[in-house]
């Protein structure tokens, strides 16, 4: 997740797999982001508005267009204007616009095929310059450690539910020994539900 300069939070993700970026996923991102905004014992809930952008490998929605904006809206009329926001960007478009441009330099194996000089001096330092390798490397570790860290997360969740759905631990206890946060006990309680 990221932060624009006005505090906007954007969950960007690349896809290749159409189903990786089902709508139930998008969903579920745009759930998290919200979560990561509130803070336990908040009294008036105020959250920025968000973006949850999923780059598809292929045209998932089939219809050629750059971008698939999706909204909310009471009774299919009026917008609910809640200040999520998903947006689908197609990877296959290849219009004469900077969508496309982008979308064919994401493409690109090679530096000196894209179109954009700054993403092309980018990329060469990235993949060709030994700094440029370690600190992509560094990244990639970087990456791996935090999956393996939800991983966990989400396995201790589980375990949580069972332990709680079978009365074996209170819900205190089961705070403390996993240092759950109040939002994490809510995931518990869930998954609870959902195994019952």
Same mark, same amino acid.
């Given at each position: ?17 159409? *189903?990786?970026?089902? @709508?139930?996923?998008?969903?579920? &991102? ?9 803070? !336990? ?9 968000? #973006?949850?952008?999923?780059?598809? *490998? ?14 909310? $809206? ?13 947006? #689908?960007? &197609? ?19 090679? @530096? ?10 980018? %990329?060469?330092?990235?993949? !060709?310059?030994?700094?440029?390798? &370690? ?5 990639? *570790?970087? $990456? %791996?450690? *935090? ?43 869930? !998954? ?5």
């Amino acid at each position: 997740m990221a932060h624009d300069s006005t505090g906007k939070p954007y969950d960007i993700e690349i896809q290749r797999a159409d *189903e990786g970026a089902g @709508a139930q996923r998008a969903r579920y &991102n745009a759930a998290l982001m919200d979560a990561n905004e509130t803070v !336990e014992g908040q009294k008036k809930i105020e959250l920025p508005e968000s #973006y949850v952008i999923f780059i598809t *490998e292929n045209d998932i929605y089939g219809e050629g267009l750059p971008l698939y904006k999706i909204d909310r $809206f009471i009774n299919g009329k009026k917008p609910f204007n809640d200040g999520s926001h998903i947006i #689908y960007v &197609n990877g296959k478009y290849r219009g004469n616009d900077p969508i496309g441009d982008l979308m064919h330099d994401f493409s690109c194996n090679k @530096a000196d095929d894209m179109k954009n000089s700054v993403l092309a001096q980018r %990329a060469k330092y990235l993949k !060709e310059n030994d700094k440029g390798v &370690n600190h992509m490397c560094k990244i990639m *570790e970087d $990456f %791996a450690r *935090e999956e393996r860290e939800e991983a966990k997360a989400e396995r201790d969740i589980e375990t949580a539910a069972k332990l709680l759905s079978k009365g074996e631990m209170s819900e205190e206890k089961i705070k403390d020994f996993f240092g759950f946060t109040a939002e994490q006990m809510d995931l518990v309680k869930q !998954e609870v539900s959902v195994q019952a």
